[in-house]
């Protein structure tokens, strides 16, 4: 495997969604046979620059929540942030998290006490969530951006699509 290839796969999603995180559905879990997820906070569960979470958040939640254990993962190190959206949500959180690095991931995995593989890590970013979800073998979901039109989010799908050409 060429390094562009193994890079490429890297940061290929297992699923991707072509709307919000709310298309993720418990049929769609149990037919990848997902039994837990690491969710990301901003612009997967709510813009950066929003402070509540949405009424069908909330609705979503409680379905998901029903059936499978879900912790919150963010990069955000402004731990008042995370720690409201969490708490509002009554779920457990990990803030500061530094995806693409794979330990506070592990420790919310290992927390949930499940193989790494019927664990999904669902979020907006191919660099941060998906590369981290595939470096610790997990399924990983990219989903739309909540706050639409990321310059960042262009870029890194940008580049994803010409790594084989700028690594050659």
Known sequence: ??????WISLLQ???????????????LMEQYQLKGLVLDVDDTLVSTKAIDVSPELFD?????????????VSNNIKRSRIERIAVSLDLPYIYGAS??????????VSAMNLPYEQVAMVGDRLF????AGNRLGLFTILVEP?????ILRQVELWIYKNLERILS
């Not at 999603?13 to 049929?27: G, V």
């Not at 979503?60 to 919150?72: D, E, F, G, S």
């Not at 693409?100 to 919310?108: E, V």
């Not at 909540?146 to 990321?150: A, E, K, L, T």
């Open 1 to 6: 495997m060429s390094p562009a290839s193994s």
């Open 13 to 27: 999603p297992n699923l991707q969604l072509e709307d919000s995180i709310l298309q993720l559905t418990p049929k």
């Open 60 to 72: 979503w939640l409680a379905q998901i929540k029903a059936n499978v254990p879900v912790w919150l």
């Open 99 to 108: 995806k693409p690095s794979r330990r506070k991931l592990r420790k919310a």
């Open 128 to 131: 941060t969530d998906v590369l």
């Open 146 to 150: 909540v706050s639409h039109g990321s």
